[in-house]
């Protein structure tokens, strides 16, 4: 069974480190991707049907998002990756996808670099979310130049 690396598409720059790191490994382990979009709820319920709107376009912006996402992995790393959207809070859903895909074998994610630290599902390793994963996690530093990355996955 190919080896399955599962990314995580969100809206910071360090992303782009991520799936240059998972492209590389992609292509050096004959291995597949999957691009996760995790839609989370909107706090703004009061009114549904602006509730219900706010998700359509948020699910329609992702859907985008990624098949742009999946172009550029498939010219990088010579295959087209799996891509999935899916609603609902992040972690919760990562735990799902890995539990109902065997194959996915490690999940990747972008350490942030701004003063707030890592990032919320970096931070999160270390209590229940992390307890929770069946996989490995490679947390991709955000200062790696193309060399580094080149290096780290042959």
């Known amino acids: 069974m190919p080896r399955t690396f599962l ?6 720059e360090e992303l782009r480190m991520a799936l240059r790191y998972a492209c590389l490994r992609t292509r050096t382990t004959a291995g597949r991707m999957v691009l996760l979009r995790v839609v989370e709820p909107p706090d703004f319920q ?8 706010m998700q359509s376009e948020a699910l329609g912006d992702a859907e985008k998002r990624l098949q742009r996402l999946a172009a550029e992995v498939q010219k990088d790393s010579g295959r087209m990756p799996m891509v999935m959207v899916r609603q609902g809070k ?6 799902a996808i890995v539990q109902e895909d065997p194959s996915i074998s ?8 701004g003063k707030d630290g890592p990032g919320p599902l970096v931070k999160g390793l270390a209590g229940s979310f992390g307890a929770r994963l069946k996989v490995p996690v490679l947390v991709v530093p955000p200062h790696l130049t193309d060399e580094d990355l080149q ?3 042959t």
Request: glycine share 10%; no cysteine; aromatic share 6%.
């Open 90 to 95: 992040t972690t919760d859903e990562i735990v």
């Open 151 to 153: 290096r780290l996955t």
């Open 106 to 113: 490690v999940l990747v994610l972008a350490a942030g670099k």
């Open 46 to 53: 009061h009114f549904g049907f602006i509730g219900d709107k």
């Open 7 to 12: 990314v995580l598409v969100d809206d910071t």
